[in-house]
């Protein structure tokens, strides 16, 4: 019998026990207590590795007015959202498709109680109004690399051996265009973050209208230099009179010139 096996005991919860258990992570070096709910290994990395992991992300959200608003599109769990709106009191509408990370970012919002500073929104972003599929990669919060109303053999462009795309669950999901979003009555971003792994293009597309707009001053887009549509995404902002500020990181900041 082994060590383990002699040491190990049961620990015995209630219903109530048990329905109550909500592991989070708090960030306590930050000017703000900030609560992130860790449910699964990819949200509690998410969470310990908060300034390390973008941090032009966040030099980029520093750099807002609290009378702005922000549109966070592929939101997942909200990490950059709930920074924006507590670090910064400003308006945030987040979006993310994926059902379990759509949970922890509504989670996340009730923890750190910004619930009259964030809207959530269960969607997808794209280039046109549609119900489709949403191929999952992992069905995990915290997780990313799903694709929206793709072909099953499409190769998964993350993928470090470009394999093909294998999703572990296909769920129902609804795309819009930002551009309607904002005919419907979302406030009129002046920040966008687009990180939708793969048709940050679609995105584009569907917004022109938006991105016209004077109210828009900085997108923030990560990009693949390999993919041609993420190249003709430089080709159509720079049209606009935006700038990038650095092409040698993934993540591109265009400013409004």
């Known amino acids: 019998m082994s060590d383990f096996t002699n040491t190990a005991r049961t620990i015995q919860l209630s219903l109530e026990e048990y329905t109550q258990i909500n592991p989070v992570h708090i960030l306590e070096d930050s ?17 310990e590795n908060f300034y390390t992991n973008e941090p032009k992300t966040l030099e980029w959200i520093a750099g807002f007015d609290q009378k702005d608003v922000f549109l966070d599109i592929g939101a997942n769990v909200g990490s950059y959202s709930i920074w924006a709106a507590k670090t910064k009191n400003m308006n945030v509408i987040a979006i993310e498709p994926e059902s379990q990370n759509y ?37 995990s919060a915290g997780q990313a690399l799903h694709g929206f109303d793709i072909p099953m053999n499409t190769v998964d462009v993350y993928s470090e051996k470009l394999e093909e795309f294998k999703p572990v669950y296909t769920q129902g999901c609804f795309s819009t265009t930002i551009d309607k979003l904002v005919e419907d009555g979302i406030p009129s971003p002046n920040h966008i973050k687009i990180d939708v792994d793969g048709f940050e ?9 938006t991105i016209k707009n004077k109210d828009v001053k900085t997108i923030l887009i990560e990009m693949n230099q390999n993919i041609d549509s993420h190249l003709n995404i430089i080709k159509i902002l720079e049209e606009l009179s935006y700038k ?14």
């Open 31 to 47: 000017e703000e207590k900030i609560i992130f709910s860790t449910p699964t290994i990819a949200t509690k990395w998410r969470a």
């Open 103 to 139: 949970a922890v970012l509504n989670k996340n919002i009730l923890f750190n109680n910004l619930s009259s500073k964030i809207t959530a929104l269960c969607l997808a972003i794209s280039d046109s109004s549609k119900l489709s599929k949403l191929n999952l990669s992992s069905f």
């Open 201 to 209: 293009d679609k995105v584009i597309n569907g917004a022109l209208d």
């Open 244 to 257: 990038v500020d650095n092409k040698d990181d993934v993540n591109y900041i265009f400013r409004k010139t």
